[in-house]
C-alpha cells in the first residue's frame, strides 16, 4: 500500500522557482494561496504576489495606465508597479492581471504594460486571457455562484465582498451567463 502526499507549494530556494512555474492556472494559483493560508474571500493578491517572489510598488504613474509587470534584469526578479492614483479595487484588479501575465505569459516576454482594463475596444488574447485570469481569480465561479444561491444578489454587496469594481463583477457574471440589476 502506498501513501500519497500533498504537494504543498514551496517559495524558498530552486524548488520555489520549479513550484512557482506549476502555478499556471486559476485553480493552480487559488490552491497555491490556501497552502499559504492566504485569505480567499477577498482575495489577497498583494500576499499571493509576494509568496511567489513578485514585489509590488505603488507608485502614481500616467492615469491611464493600471501597471506593470517587468523582470528586473539586475535582481533576476520580477516587480508589478500599480498606479497609486487609482481606487483600491481597480489596484486589485491590476495586480490580479499581472499575476495572470506572470503565471501566462512570462515565458513570452519580460515587460507587460498595461491602460485601463474593459474600457473599450478589443484587446489582444494575451490581454483578454490576463483579464479572464484576473477575474477567475478574484471572483472564482463556484464561491459566486454560492453566494448568488444563498441570497446575495445585490451587485454592490458582491462586488464588496470580492473587492471589485461593480463593472467588473457585472462583467465576471455576464461570462457566467448571470445578468440583470440583481443576479
Known amino acids: 500500500m502506498g501513501i500519497i502526499r500533498r504537494k504543498d507549494f514551496n517559495v524558498s530556494g530552486d524548488q520555489a522557482t520549479q513550484d512557482v512555474d506549476l502555478i499556471d492556472t ?106 479572464d485570469f484576473a477575474s477567475t481569480i478574484l471572483m472564482p465561479e463556484d464561491t459566486f455562484r454560492d453566494l448568488v444561491r444563498s441570497g446575495t444578489r445585490e451587485v454592490e454587496v458582491l462586488a464588496e465582498k470580492f473587492g471589485v469594481s461593480s463593472l467588473a463583477l457585472r462583467i465576471r457574471a455576464k461570462g457566467l451567463g448571470m445578468s440583470g440589476h440583481g443576479l
Do not use: M
Request: hydrophobic share 35%; with cysteine; charged share 25%.
Open 26 to 131: 486559476p485553480d493552480k494559483l487559488s490552491k497555491f494561496a490556501e497552502s499559504k493560508r492566504i485569505p480567499t474571500l477577498p482575495l489577497d493578491v498583494a500576499e499571493v504576489a509576494k509568496k511567489i517572489g513578485i514585489h509590488i510598488e505603488f507608485l502614481p504613474l500616467k492615469n491611464d495606465l493600471s501597471g506593470i509587470l517587468y523582470k528586473d534584469e539586475k535582481t533576476n526578479k520580477w516587480v508589478i508597479q500599480v498606479n497609486s492614483n487609482h481606487h483600491p479595487n481597480r489596484q486589485r484588479y491590476t495586480i490580479a492581471h499581472e499575476l495572470g501575465h506572470f503565471c501566462l505569459h512570462k515565458h513570452l516576454e519580460h515587460i507587460f504594460e498595461d491602460h485601463l482594463f474593459f474600457r473599450g475596444g478589443e484587446s489582444s488574447p494575451v490581454e483578454w486571457q490576463a483579464n
